[in-house]
């Protein structure tokens, strides 16, 4: 009901290539994203060309989207909607919507065609995985490992399965603390085919097994959080080895000279973009669908790739993408879809983890507290 309601209350229409709201719009949002790199992209290729394009506007963020479905669920209960706009994954995006926590969207209604007048659903295509996601990006979970480890006497990690192997690349892991890609990687370390991996998790059995798995180098992993904790680990040398997304490593590779390599191989693909919290004021809906609309057109998610190595959800993008904004360097290479990273690449499930995650989640923390 509060999606319809919401829905009801905005009439758009289009000027120009721009989208005018005719109700009043607040002047101030606050948005929610994962910090860092990421929102550091965010910033210089949306948002402050935004807010330079409305004066008197001003923006918010919030880096919470690690923890945006727990911290929506208590914002509903406590009916204490705080946040106007929050990027999440593709999964999260879905049991935010399958919660009514998110609000439903008719994508060509708020979001801009292409160039060429290919409609917002088309031009997104497959990428627009739920009623309620808003795409931006397609990244991917990957590994890094430090390239000056005396302790590996000239051993180069080739494959995903380094992680488990204490005895050739001996020193300290660092993984996200949460069952989302780890899992995957046991088990695919564990000998279980790309194409059985959630048929294997969805049993008993199948868990049991990639806890086993998990269980060879808990005591020797740095559990984060923050994708900023794992880059920092390994460039401290707290690390030899984890994971992260590829822009972050990109970031400290190419941007920081970190003595880092990317580890490709099972790169697990995923999708990223906005929901709208179900419920804003109509005033703040206004400002957000506005701002929205601006921040997902065919050129605002090139520029974005112009800053951090993560593909462009909108096909009419692509062609755009070129230099890094600062370095001068061609962004394609350090794509996650480039031909020469996309060997051995692992597509996530969006719609298992969604009906999985929150059960996983809890069995996952009990066992690390074990």
Same mark, same amino acid.
């Given at each position: 009901?509060?999606?319809?309601?919401?829905?009801?209350?905005?009439?758009?229409?289009?000027?120009? #290539?721009?989208?005018?709201? !005719?109700?009043?719009?607040?002047?101030?949002?606050?948005?929610?994203? +994962?910090?860092?790199?990421?929102?550091?992209?965010?910033?210089?290729?949306?948002?402050?060309?935004?807010?330079?394009?409305?004066?008197?506007?001003?923006?918010?963020?919030?880096?919470?989207?690690?923890?945006?479905?727990?911290?929506?669920?208590?914002?509903?209960?406590?009916?204490?909607?705080?946040?106007?706009?929050? %990027?999440?994954?593709?999964?999260?995006?879905?049991?935010?919507?399958?919660?009514?926590?998110?609000?439903?969207?008719?994508? %060509?209604?708020?979001?801009?065609?292409? /160039?060429?007048?290919?409609?917002?659903?088309?031009?997104?295509?497959?990428?627009?995985?739920?009623?309620?996601?808003? /795409?931006?990006?397609?990244?991917?979970?990957?590994?890094?490992?430090?390239?000056?480890?005396? @302790?590996?006497?000239?051993?180069?990690?080739?494959?995903?399965?380094?992680?488990?192997?204490?005895?050739?690349?001996? $020193?300290?892991?660092?993984?996200?603390?949460?069952?989302?890609?780890?899992?995957? &990687?046991?088990?695919?370390?564990? #000998?279980?085919?790309?194409?059985?991996?959630?048929?294997?998790?969805?049993?008993?059995?199948?868990?049991?097994?990639?806890?086993?798995?998990?269980?060879?180098?808990? #005591?020797?992993?740095? &559990?984060?959080?923050?994708?900023?904790?794992?880059?920092?680990?390994?460039?401290? $040398?707290?690390?030899?080895?984890?994971?992260?997304?590829? #822009?972050?490593?990109?970031?400290?590779?190419?941007?920081?000279?970190?003595?880092?390599?990317?580890? &490709?191989?099972?790169?697990?693909?995923?999708?990223?973009?906005?929901?709208?919290?179900?419920?804003?004021?109509?005033?703040?809906?206004?400002?957000?669908?506005?701002?929205?609309?601006?921040?997902?057109?065919?050129?605002?998610?090139? %520029?974005? @790739?112009?800053?951090?190595?993560?593909?462009? !959800?909108?096909?009419?993008?692509?062609?755009?993408?070129?230099?890094?904004?600062?370095? $001068?360097?061609?962004? @394609?290479?350090?794509? /996650?879809?480039? /031909?020469?990273?996309?060997?051995?690449?692992?597509?996530?499930?969006?719609? +298992? &983890?969604?009906?999985?995650?929150?059960?996983?989640?809890?069995?996952?923390?009990? +066992?690390?507290?074990?």
């Amino acid at each position: 009901m509060k999606m319809t309601k919401a829905m009801m209350a905005t009439t758009a229409i289009t000027l120009a #290539g721009t989208t005018a709201f !005719a109700q009043d719009m607040a002047n101030d949002m606050t948005i929610v994203s +994962w910090g860092g790199a990421y929102q550091a992209s965010q910033e210089n290729a949306y948002l402050q060309p935004y807010l330079a394009e409305n004066p008197g506007v001003s923006a918010v963020w919030d880096e919470s989207s690690n923890e945006a479905v727990a911290m929506l669920r208590a914002m509903d209960e406590a009916n204490n909607l705080t946040w106007d706009l929050v %990027d999440v994954t593709a999964a999260d995006a879905m049991r935010l919507c399958d919660e009514g926590l998110a609000m439903e969207v008719d994508h %060509d209604d708020i979001l801009a065609a292409a /160039p060429d007048g290919t409609s917002a659903t088309e031009d997104f295509g497959d990428m627009i995985i739920s009623s309620c996601f808003i /795409p931006q990006i397609a990244y991917s979970t990957t590994n890094a490992y430090r390239t000056d480890v005396a @302790a590996w006497d000239g051993a180069v990690p080739e494959d995903i399965c380094a992680l488990f192997d204490l005895e050739t690349f001996p $020193g300290t892991r660092t993984l996200e603390r949460r069952p989302i890609n780890n899992m995957e &990687w046991a088990l695919i370390c564990d #000998g279980v085919a790309f194409e059985d991996v959630y048929d294997t998790l969805e049993t008993q059995e199948g868990q049991d097994r990639a806890f086993a798995k998990l269980d060879t180098i808990k #005591g020797d992993t740095i &559990w984060w959080t923050s994708a900023a904790e794992s880059i920092q680990s390994i460039a401290d $040398g707290e690390a030899v080895m984890g994971s992260s997304y590829n #822009g972050r490593f990109f970031s400290a590779i190419v941007e920081q000279n970190q003595p880092l390599e990317m580890l &490709w191989d099972a790169q697990v693909y995923d999708l990223d973009g906005w929901i709208i919290p179900a419920g804003l004021p109509e005033d703040r809906l206004n400002r957000v669908l506005d701002f929205v609309f601006f921040a997902t057109d065919t050129q605002r998610l090139a %520029d974005q @790739a112009a800053y951090i190595s993560y593909g462009p !959800a909108r096909m009419s993008s692509a062609p755009l993408v070129s230099t890094h904004a600062e370095l $001068g360097i061609e962004m @394609a290479p350090h794509m /996650p879809t480039n /031909p020469a990273n996309a060997n051995n690449a692992f597509v996530q499930n969006y719609d +298992w &983890w969604a009906d999985y995650r929150d059960d996983l989640d809890a069995r996952f923390q009990s +066992w690390l507290a074990q």
